[in-house]
């Protein structure tokens, strides 16, 4: 998963922008048909471990040949390392909803995180927040709610992973906003790659020591091993797209276009395994669209002014 928030100060050139944010919409929801197959016979926790580690392997050809950044001063550290945990906690949140959720319902949930963006603005930086903003966060969040509500009474607190997953993505935003001014997408990738294994490994030990079948490692099939190299594979390439799609065009420009991974991730699940959003779902699905585009919209009228 990624969002149009991010920007990279470079001419514009919307069409390969365009064309490349696309992709990413067509590319992103195999990172969670993947997760969801692997986390069927795996935990969630060697699903997101595999994530960032073969993610590290498949970044470093690139990191050698593009002659990337490797040293960083300590500010770029820290927000690199901190991209990293709030990116774990996105990862295994996610796909501990998709283990057992539709993921056109989990996403939908996600899809909030335009909101949480304004109220995070309010709060950190003091941003100004009209009233119409306030009221689409609003009918927005309500939409939330008629996805979250069928799926909780289906599958009960799972339902709420997708809002953990929004509010860290929402913070993983606001860093790599910061970062993108210090570090080109190859190297800011493949840093919190590595970074997001290390902080990982007291989490790991501490499963070692006290057997918590939560944080158990095991020796899948090779068929699962395939599944958790896919995860890093999709999101490798879907990362790569959309820092990519941010380098050519505006974000005021891609952010409505990230609604069409809904569309994908809907055809993906019913194809991989007949998942479905019902009616209540759709009509929130659609809410929530609906206010974020209101948002996106309000915020270029305002840059723009």
């Given amino acids: 998963m990624a969002s149009p928030a991010l920007t990279y100060s470079l001419p514009d050139r919307v069409l390969p922008g365009v064309f490349c944010m696309v992709l990413f919409c067509m590319t992103a929801p195999l990172i969670d048909v993947a997760a969801k197959m692997a986390a069927q016979h795996v935990t969630v926790t060697q699903v997101t471990l595999a994530r960032y580690g073969f993610q590290v392997l498949l970044m470093l050809p690139l990191m050698l040949l593009s002659g990337a950044v490797w040293r960083m001063s300590r500010r770029v550290m820290q927000f690199l390392a901190l991209r990293a945990l709030v990116g774990l906690v996105s990862t295994y949140s996610f796909v501990a909803a998709v283990q057992t959720m539709p993921i056109a319902d989990a996403l939908a949930i996600v899809f909030v995180e335009p909101f949480i963006l304004l109220g995070l603005g309010f709060l950190l930086f003091g941003e100004q927040v009209g009233p119409r903003r306030i009221i689409a966060s609003l009918v927005g969040f309500a939409g939330a709610l008629l996805v979250i509500q069928p799926n909780f009474a ?145 915020e270029h009228r305002l840059s723009k002014a």
Avoid at 266 to 277: E, H, Q, S, T, V
């Fill in 154 to 298: 289906i599958f009960g607190a799972v339902a709420l992973w997708p809002l953990v997953t929004a509010v860290a993505f929402a913070f993983y935003i606001l860093v790599t906003r910061h970062l993108s001014r210090d570090l080109p997408p190859v190297a800011m990738n493949f840093h919190t790659g590595w970074m997001a294994v290390l902080l990982m490994l007291p989490v790991l030990t501490l499963g070692a020591a006290t057997d918590l079948p939560l944080l158990a490692l095991s020796m899948p099939a090779p068929v699962v091993w395939l599944q958790l190299f896919c995860v890093a594979l999709a999101a490798t390439v879907a990362h790569l797209f959309i820092s990519y799609a941010l380098r050519f065009a505006p974000s005021a420009t891609l952010a409505p276009l990230h609604y069409l991974e809904i569309i994908s991730a809907a055809a993906f699940g019913w194809l991989f395994f007949r998942d479905w959003p019902n009616l209540t779902s759709w009509a929130g699905i659609t809410i929530i669209t609906a206010s974020g585009l209101f948002i996106i919209w309000r």
